[in-house]
Structure formats: structure tokens, C-alpha cells
């Protein structure tokens, strides 16, 4: 008796068995050079090893982590994705620049490199290498992973009246004498937060490769830039600030058709079983902020090099969907279970696919051409 009620017990555990129907993962691409610096930094492109922009070899690794971190768990601890690749199964999409088409290849050899079959086996072709294609379109074009396409009008026009806020323009006006100051020993004439920002970038990479810094660039220094240029851009893209609620159309514009593409292909599952999304810290924030998980999750702070955001799509054993949602900071840190973040869906573990779409609307720009038109 008690062996029918234990077999029952089980069979009716196994039924009720939440299970993973659709995946989508987005990240950051990984280290890189500086996309440029100032005058007068002992620094200039000749002392990368690659050029102005470009992934290095701590970028590429650090993306093979990544993909092997996904590789482990929907691969090995949930038998979700085939371990040898099919075109059918995969899809990447990547923005028209080196850096990140650079980061998704890295990440595809992590996360196939247990791939049989996908290779030929011919003498000094690369271990376990599988090639996979990575899509692109031009990134003037591109709405749905650049979040500053130079063809949206609308979105330059928000960004303009965010700037133009009398509270914003009181505060960058409080920073004049640290602008002034960095613009005369810098070499370069810096008066915007664009400036700063480029600045702020160049330091803030050669710090992460153990570069000694000029002594006028003091700890104090580089915290001020740090938090003037977080505090900045977070505000000028959407987020809250300064006295003004977030900016929910520049959020749509900005992030919103990725998120309307996700939600298709949840709708659409069956098919593909992974999308994967290579882009920049710009197009992670502007998609964490449609979610308004981003404050929850990162702060006004960038991602990271090599950030990834996972969206799961379950059902449950009540026929019910919903959707959680994961966040690696970098390669050195596991994914934490972020759902609790998402708002307006409960601020538990799991959102109901139903709440996820309906929280969404407002941030799902529809035909994202005339949204961009709207002047």
C-alpha cells in the first residue's frame, strides 16, 4: 500500500511539473578598448593591444564564461537546450559593430563547445569550435538593440527637454569649476555630460587594466566624475530625477520595440528556443528601465562588461504561464534571481505571463517608425 501511494505521489509531482518553454538572453559585450580619449592622456591608442573600440582578449574570455554559465544550467541542470547546435534552435542577433558581434561569437563557443557533429574533423581546425551564424542589421536603422539610433527624432527631441529641466540645469551648473578643471588639464574642452562621459569612459577602462593615472586624476576626482556622469545619464535616458518622474515615452523609445520583441516571441514559442540579443550597457539599461527593474537591479550605475540579462518563460502545472528573470553583474558573479524587481507584477518570484504583458503596454511602442515621427 504504501508503495501505491508513494508511486502515485510521484506520478502526480511529475505532472505538476513546472517547465521551461521559451528562453531569451541579452547582455553587454565585454572588455574593451576605449572608443577614444583625451589630449593629454599618456595613453593613446598605441598603447592597446587593439584598437580604438575594439573587444580584447579579457572580453572574449569573458564572454565564453558567460556562455558556458548558460551552457550548465539549460543545457546540464535544466535539460532545456540540445547540447549540439541546430540552426532551428538558436537564433543571435548582435548591432553592427565589432565589439559585440566579437562578444556573441565568444559566447556561442562557451555555450556550444560540448557540440558534436558541428565541425569538420580535419587537422588544425579549432577544439570543439562550431560556427554559428550571427544576424546584424545597419545600426542607423537598428531600434530594436541601439538605443540611440540617429534616425529617431522624437527620442532627440525627450532627451533635449530632459536636459532643459531647470533642476538638471542647476545641478551640471554646480559642476562648472570640476569641468573647468579637468577641461584645462585634460587637454580637451569639456561642457556637456557627453564629454564628461567619453572622459569618465577612457579612465574608468584604464583603471580596469592597471594603468597608473596622471596625479591630477585623484580618487576624488574620478568618484566625482563617476557619480556626475551615473547620476546624468540614467536621467537624461528616462529614468527619474531632478524632481521629475521617469519618462516613460523615452523609456519606450529607447528600450521598448526589444521588449515588444521579446513578447512576440514568447507568443510565438514552440519554434526557436533561444533568443540571443549582443548589445551594449546602453541597451541593457534602456531594457531594464521598460521593465522599471533597473534602479532594483543596478542602481543608476552602467552595466557591466559583459552584463547578462536572462528572461525564462515557465508553465506551470496549472497551465498557467509566467515569466522570470535573471542578472549576471559580470563574468565573475553568478545569476541572481532578479524577477522580484519587474514592475507593477507582484514583486515575487514569479510574474504571471498575463501581468508581465499587461505591465508592459505602456512601454511597447507599436510601430516604432511613427513613434520616432512624432514631433
Request: aromatic fraction near 10%.
Amino acid at each position: 500500500m504504501f508503495h501505491l501511494v508513494f508511486l502515485f505521489g510521484f506520478i502526480v509531482a511529475a505532472a505538476s511539473a513546472d517547465t521551461l518553454q521559451h528562453l531569451q538572453i541579452l547582455y553587454r559585450h565585454g572588455d574593451r578598448a576605449p572608443e577614444g580619449t583625451y589630449k593629454n592622456d599618456p595613453y593613446q591608442e598605441s598603447a592597446w593591444p587593439v584598437a580604438w573600440s575594439e573587444l580584447t582578449d579579457t572580453g572574449m574570455q569573458q564572454h565564453f564564461i558567460q556562455g558556458s554559465k548558460i551552457q550548465q544550467k539549460y543545457m546540464f541542470n535544466i535539460p532545456y537546450l540540445p547540447q549540439d547546435y541546430k540552426s532551428k534552435d538558436i537564433r543571435v542577433q548582435s548591432t553592427d559593430v565589432d565589439r559585440t558581434l566579437a562578444s556573441a561569437y565568444s559566447h556561442l563557443v562557451g555555450l556550444y563547445s560540448a557540440s558534436n557533429g558541428t565541425y569538420p574533423s580535419i587537422q588544425n581546425w579549432p577544439t570543439k569550435f562550431s560556427p554559428i551564424p550571427v544576424h546584424t542589421i545597419d545600426k542607423k536603422t537598428d531600434h530594436i538593440l541601439n538605443a540611440d539610433p540617429s534616425s529617431c527624432l522624437r527620442m532627440d527631441e525627450l532627451e533635449a527637454e530632459q536636459v532643459a529641466h531647470g533642476k538638471f540645469i542647476q545641478y551640471l551648473t554646480a559642476q562648472l569649476p570640476l569641468l573647468l578643471e579637468i577641461s584645462e588639464k585634460s587637454g580637451d574642452k569639456i561642457t556637456d555630460v557627453a564629454g564628461l562621459r567619453n572622459f569618465y569612459d577612457a579612465i574608468t577602462i584604464e583603471r580596469i587594466h592597471n594603468m597608473t593615472l596622471p596625479a591630477w586624476i585623484t580618487d576624488s576626482i574620478f568618484n566625482q566624475v563617476k557619480t556626475i556622469v551615473e547620476t546624468c545619464e540614467d536621467y537624461i535616458f528616462g529614468s527619474a530625477g531632478f524632481g521629475k518622474a521617469e519618462n516613460s515615452e523615452l523609456i519606450k523609445l529607447k528600450g521598448g520595440l526589444l521588449l515588444q520583441e521579446m513578447i512576440k516571441n514568447m507568443d510565438n514559442n514552440g519554434g526557436v528556443k533561444l533568443y540571443m540579443y549582443s548589445a551594449h550597457d546602453t541597451t541593457v539599461a534602456a531594457f531594464l528601465r521598460t521593465l522599471e527593474a533597473k534602479e532594483g537591479i543596478i542602481g543608476s550605475v552602467s552595466p557591466d562588461f559583459a552584463a547578462t540579462v536572462v528572461v525564462e518563460l515557465w508553465l506551470a502545472g496549472d497551465n498557467t504561464q509566467y515569466v522570470k528573470l535573471w542578472y549576471s553583474d559580470n563574468a565573475n558573479t553568478d545569476f541572481r534571481d532578479v524577477t522580484h524587481t519587474i514592475g507593477n507584477c507582484g514583486g515575487g518570484n514569479k510574474c504571471t505571463y498575463n501581468a508581465f504583458k499587461e505591465r508592459s503596454q505602456k512601454y511597447l511602442p507599436g510601430d516604432i517608425e511613427k513613434a520616432c515621427d512624432k514631433l
